[in-house]
């Protein structure tokens, strides 16, 4: 008889899944305007220093502070500087009359802002405090130095990359291709929202909540989506559907389908048209996952209860789809944070608790931890990850992964 293998550890499947996986090699140019959530296919290097000169960063008086040496000095203006507009070296004994962003006139060691100052006459201000140097003052190349590499190849971009971007002079980016991704549910189980009212449902029927998400997963991941739709329940159009979408295709994503039951065709259909490993994974919820080839495209499948099919995509589908745009970070940032409840009940595998923060920061634990309630998944703020084997105390501090992170 033979033995069942043992269940894989999480983070060995992972470490396996992006080795079997190379970024895609094209690149695209795309507006900057357009380019928040996509990975950078290249070193950006400055061209010029940010900010180009010495500026002020508040609205006042250029000065030296030599010549205020107490206060109470009166100086005359001799100039008024706005921003986008030429300095004129600083004339001794007078000051200058500058707004925010505007340049430094040569000379001037010093910004004194607007409320430290006060009226002395038609063209004159009087100084209420002494300047120290350097003051108000942004220097140039602060932000930015010419020749440095101000954003790497392999980031993601968000909105603040995309204005460093753009402040460097940037109105096109090289970035990663967009993973183009097929997806379809199986199961003659399934019925999509609006083609049958809720009082009219046959027995044994469900609304297909998995592909509304998994579709929005892919999208935040930076991917272009071709929804095949529902698969019936037949080994014939189960491959008719794999051929389909392993056509123009980087990869092929599933719900359900990948256990051992009669009606579950995925495994030898995959198998009939390429190779196919079935993993049993150490974690909970997400057990079963599946991951092989069926022509030029990779084939994920996904368990077919929700909250196994969502923490498995979260925590290993997502890793590869940036690996495939060449992203340099793939694991999101994890906070210990004190847990408000109690967990007695230690597992073999290794738990993914859904969690929410308090307003004292601490964990709150979702009551009904089942992988079929996707209420769950709305409800929290994260995943407690908790080591196998080990119960949680009220007060313990525990591994948080917020979902902030995991659906940037």
């Known amino acids: 008889m033979s033995t069942r293998p043992p269940l894989k550890p999480l983070d060995d ?37 940010v900010p180009p000169q010495d500026n002020s960063s508040m609205d006042g008086y250029a000065v030296r502070c030599a010549e205020i040496p107490d206060e109470g000095v009166v100086l005359p203006v001799s100039q008024r500087i706005a921003a986008g507009h030429a300095a004129q070296p600083l004339q001794p004994g007078t000051a200058a009359r500058i707004f925010t962003g505007a340049p430094v006139p040569a000379g001037a060691d010093a910004i004194v802002m607007q409320e430290h100052t006060g009226p002395a006459g038609e063209s004159a201000v009087r100084i209420l405090s002494v ?37 460097i002079g940037r109105d096109r980016l090289q970035v990663a291709r967009r993973p183009r991704v097929a997806l379809f549910s199986t199961g003659d189980e399934l019925v999509m929202p609006g083609t049958i009212a809720p009082e009219q449902m046959p027995p044994g029927a469900i609304y297909n909540s998995n592909r509304f998400f998994l579709r929005q997963l892919l999208a935040r991941c930076g991917c272009e989506v071709s929804d095949l739709g529902i698969v019936p329940d037949r080994r014939d159009a189960t491959v008719d559907a794999l051929q389909q979408a392993s056509q123009g295709h980087d990869l092929i994503l599933t719900s359900g389908g990948v256990s051992v039951g009669e009606e579950d065709h995925i495994k030898p259909a995959v198998q009939q048209l390429g190779s196919l490993d079935l993993w049993q994974i150490a974690m909970k919820p997400g057990k079963p996952f599946a991951h092989g080839r069926v022509g030029d495209a990779h084939f994920i499948g996904l368990p077919g209860n929700p909250v196994s099919s969502f923490v498995t995509f979260l925590l290993l589908v997502r890793p590869f789809l940036l690996r495939l745009q060449g992203a340099a970070r793939l694991q999101p940032t994890a906070f210990l944070l004190p847990a408000r409840f109690d967990w007695p009940r230690a597992d073999k595998r290794r738990e993914f608790l859904r969690a929410r923060l308090d307003a004292q920061g601490g964990l709150e634990l979702f009551a009904n931890q089942s992988s079929g309630v996707l209420t769950s998944m709305a409800w929290c703020d994260g995943l407690v990850d908790n080591p196998p084997g080990r119960t949680i105390a009220r007060g313990d501090a525990v591994r948080f992964i917020p979902l902030s992170e995991l659906m940037a």
């Open 131 to 167: 300047p120290q140097a350097g003051q108000w003052i942004r220097r140039s190349g602060e932000d930015v130095t010419r020749g440095s590499v101000v954003l790497h190849k392999g980031q993601r971009l968000d909105p603040a990359a995309c204005g460093l971007a753009a402040g």
């Open 13 to 49: 499947a992972l470490a396996e899944l992006l080795e079997r996986t190379r970024p895609l090699q094209q690149a695209e140019g795309v507006p900057t305007f357009e380019a928040d959530g996509r990975v950078l296919a290249e070193d950006l290097v400055a061209a010029l220093q």
